[in-house]
């Protein structure tokens, strides 16, 4: 099975700070990668779907980017929502699998 | 409104059986292929597996620690997914989401609240 690599697991960050989370899947997805934001309580929200298409209604300030193995979510000035744990997630292979998340939090 | 509703968790005991529902509507479940994701409490985002339309054979996958003890089918019928959860370990302790994609992305867009399994005596 493929398995999901996100880093860092946490960051702290400033409201407006550009923030880069990174994901390596343990073998070649092509552009089969999907990220996720998740806030406390609630389920999560699709941000980038097919590494770097921008699901309607989600703000600019996020962008996805990579292919093969190694991808890349960026928040370019990071707002107060944007607190919560990110995803990423591989739609390759037969079975999905979710990378560890990484929790953004405040500085 | 396009919506999946979860049902069906609780506590129960080590080795025991639970079977939950998602009720979908707002979109034509008949063509949905529909996923089973599920979170212990403080942990990440699990893929539990998926079920196929019928249309495109119906069949299902399942990720390794559940293969063998849950089942996922589905009613068209009733717009109605379930999974049968058998032989229920502590480690299956979760919150479980229904979800699917209804925009051909590849990626899951619509989501359920999710509901709670309790596995413990």
């Known amino acids: 099975d493929i398995q999901m690599t996100q880093s860092p697991s946490s960051l702290s960050a400033s409201v407006g700070d550009r923030v880069t989370i990174t994901c390596r899947a343990s073998q070649s997805i092509s552009s089969y990668l999907n990220w996720y934001q998740q806030k406390p309580g609630k389920a999560p929200k699709l941000l980038i779907y097919?590494?770097?298409s921008l699901q309607s209604g989600v703000p600019s300030r996020f962008s996805g980017s990579g292919s093969g193995t190694d991808f890349t979510l960026t928040i370019s000035s990071l707002q107060p929502e944007d607190f919560a744990t990110y995803y990423c997630q591989q739609s390759y292979s037969t079975r999905s699998a979710f990378g560890g998340g990484t929790k953004v939090e405040i500085k | 409104e396009v919506q999946l509703v979860e049902s069906g968790g609780g506590l129960v005991k080590p080795g025991g059986s639970l079977r939950l529902s998602c009720a979908a509507s707002g979109f034509t479940f008949s063509n949905a292929w529909m996923s089973w994701v599920r979170q212990a409490p403080g942990k990440g985002l699990e893929w539990v597996g998926r079920i196929k339309s019928k249309t495109d054979g119906g069949t299902t996958d399942y990720a390794a620690p559940v293969k063998g003890r849950f089942t996922i089918s589905r009613d068209d019928s009733k717009n109605t997914l379930y999974l049968q959860m058998n032989s229920l370990k502590t480690e299956d302790t979760a919150v479980y989401y229904c979800?699917?994609?209804?925009?051909?992305?590849?990626?899951?867009?619509?989501w359920g609240q999710g509901t709670m399994v309790t596995v413990s005596s």
């Open positions: 979800t699917t994609e209804i925009e051909g992305a590849d990626a899951f867009d619509i």
């Open positions: 097919a590494a770097s």
